[in-house]
């Protein structure tokens, strides 16, 4: 009776366990299974507010692209290491001097983790005025999730000439053996002062592992020589 009595118990809790026990996650709403805050932080890939540091916005630049188009960059750094946003909404804002907003762009940006990157939003509508400084600001709390390391891609062969159409040209290479997609690349041109003057961004569909890529960004404008040039690489973050 006794062993009747206790295969019936065990029966009854292993039922109850699988009717009504569910397996800690990082996704059930619960603080549990060492996670710092309700589903995120320990063992889970998305960090809890306050365990990621904020981006730095270290300028944003109204740009020319063409005679009477306008566009602007930001530049931006994510410090925090070993975690990125998938998806950052935000907001570009342009003014000019008499500090009326002329032209307004709202997107979603990826942030990779721990690295200076930069976005750059073209062919703003200003009408009849020219802007004279330009604003950027996320427009949401961001969300970063852990993400594998990213390789950083080589930069060779810079070569830019001004003309009529003002040219750079560039090689960008895959250093490691993974392939990478969605790559997005912006070209900034700084003069003596230290200020960016032109910009442009371009879209790497794809890059095998140890290939390379021929990049090309052209103004339809003279553009003075510049002083500096930088290509920062974004690869976007899953």
């Given at each position: 009776l006794a062993i009747f009595i206790a295969g019936i118990f065990v029966f009854l809790v292993s039922s109850w366990r699988i009717l009504f026990y569910t397996r800690a996650s990082c996704t059930d709403g619960v603080q549990n299974n060492g996670e710092?805050?309700?589903?995120?932080?320990?063992?889970?890939?998305?960090?809890?507010?306050?365990?990621?540091?904020?981006?730095?916005?270290h300028f944003t630049r109204a740009v020319e692209t063409e005679r009477g188009v306008w566009g602007a960059v930001a530049y931006l750094e994510n410090r925090t290491?070993?975690?990125?946003?998938?998806?950052?909404?935000?907001?570009?804002?342009l003014y000019d001097t008499q500090n009326i907003l002329v032209a307004e762009r709202h997107g979603v940006v990826s942030v990779p983790a721990e690295t200076t990157f930069a976005l750059f939003e073209g062919a703003l509508l200003t009408g009849d005025r020219v802007p004279s400084r330009a604003t950027f600001e996320f427009t949401a709390p961001l969300v970063f999730d852990r993400v594998a390391e990213r390789p950083a891609l080589r930069q060779s062969n810079q070569h830019f000439e001004s003309g009529a159409v003002?040219?750079?040209e560039a090689t960008?290479?895959?250093?490691?053996?993974?392939?990478?997609?969605n790559i997005s690349v912006t070209a900034l041109l700084f003069g003596a002062d230290g200020n960016v003057f032109a910009a442009l961004e371009t879209e790497v569909p794809s890059l095998s592992g140890?290939?390379?890529v021929?990049?090309?960004?052209?103004?339809?404008?003279?553009?003075?020589a510049p002083a500096r040039i930088e290509l920062l690489s974004r690869v976007q973050t899953p």
């Open positions: 710092r805050g309700i589903d995120c932080g320990g063992s889970c890939s998305r960090l809890c507010a306050g365990e990621a540091l904020p981006p730095l916005v290491k070993g975690a990125g946003v998938a998806s950052a909404p935000f907001v570009i804002k003002s040219r750079l960008l290479g895959n250093p490691s053996f993974a392939p990478l997609t140890l290939g390379s021929s990049l090309s960004f052209s103004w339809p404008r003279p553009l003075p």
